[in-house]
C-alpha cells in the first residue's frame, strides 16, 4: 500500500497568513496527488488535482505543487472560510486510493 | 449540477450487514468511476472502493472480504453492502463521483454522507 504523510497535523495561522501544508508519498506516484478541504459537518471538496490543478470555482489563493512523493498545498492569503481540515489522497494506485491523515488549519 | 445523495439505514445491529444507495441526480452514472468513502466520528477519511459504470470494481484490501458495490445504471444509483459489521464500522458514508484526467482521477462530487451507526 502506498502511504500519505501529511506535515503539520495541526496548525495555527492569522487571517493573511501565508500556509503550507506537506504530503509525501511512501513511493513516487508521480503528480497523482489530489487536495481536499473539509469543514465540520460537511462533505470534503476538491480544491487541487493532479498535484497543481485548480479546481473550478476554487479560489486562486490555493495552489499545489510537488512531483514524484513530496508535494505542497499553499494558501497564499488566509481567508477566515478557509479554516479547514486539509487531506491529500493519491490515485497513482488504482488496487488502494489512500488519503493522508488530514491537516487540521485552526485560527491563531 | 450533479448531486448525489446517499440513503439507508442509520443504524444496524453488529453482525448484521449496512446497506446504502447513492442516487445520481443532475448528470448520467455512465463515463464515470463511483467511490465510498467513509469517515468515523473525529477521524480522516477512508477510501471503501469504487465501482465503474461498466460494472468495474476494486476494493480496499481490508475491507475487500466484507464489501460489495453495484452500479444500477437504469436508476443512476449505486450502492454499498458491507457485511458482518461491528462498532468499528460507525462512520459518516460518503458517495463521491471520479473523474480521470490523465491517468489521475479525483473526487469531484461528493454526497452530503450519512452517519451510520452500529449497535444493538
Known amino acids: 500500500d502506498i502511504q500519505m504523510t501529511q506535515s503539520p497535523s495541526s496548525l495555527s495561522a492569522s487571517v493573511g497568513d501565508r500556509v503550507t501544508i506537506t504530503c509525501r508519498a511512501s513511493q513516487s506516484i508521480n503528480n497523482y496527488l489530489n487536495w481536499y478541504q473539509q469543514k465540520p459537518g460537511k462533505a470534503p471538496e476538491l480544491l487541487i488535482y493532479a498535484a497543481s490543478s485548480l479546481q473550478s470555482g476554487v479560489p486562486s489563493r490555493f495552489s499545489g505543487s510537488g512531483s514524484g512523493t513530496d508535494f505542497t498545498l499553499t494558501i497564499s492569503s488566509l481567508q477566515p472560510e478557509d479554516f479547514a481540515t486539509y487531506y491529500c489522497q493519491q490515485s497513482f494506485s488504482t488496487l488502494m486510493y489512500t488519503f493522508g491523515q488530514g491537516t487540521k488549519l485552526e485560527i491563531k | 449540477q450533479v448531486q448525489l445523495q446517499e440513503s439507508g439505514p442509520g443504524l444496524v445491529k453488529p453482525s448484521e450487514t449496512l446497506s446504502l444507495t447513492c442516487t445520481v441526480s443532475?448528470?448520467?452514472?455512465?463515463?464515470?468511476?463511483w467511490n465510498w468513502i467513509r469517515q468515523p466520528p473525529g477521524k480522516g477519511l477512508e477510501w471503501i472502493g469504487y465501482i465503474h459504470y461498466s460494472g468495474s470494481s476494486n476494493y480496499n484490501p481490508s475491507l475487500k472480504s466484507r464489501v460489495s458495490i453495484v452500479v444500477d445504471t437504469s436508476k443512476n444509483q449505486f450502492s454499498l453492502k458491507l457485511s458482518s459489521v461491528t462498532a468499528a464500522d460507525t462512520a459518516v458514508y460518503y458517495c463521491?463521483?471520479?473523474?480521470?484526467?490523465?491517468?489521475?482521477?479525483?473526487?469531484?462530487?461528493w454526497g452530503q454522507g450519512t452517519l451510520v451507526t452500529v449497535s444493538s
Open positions: 443532475g448528470g448520467s452514472i455512465s463515463s464515470y468511476y
Open positions: 463521491a463521483r471520479d473523474s480521470c484526467s490523465g491517468g489521475n482521477c479525483y473526487s469531484d462530487y
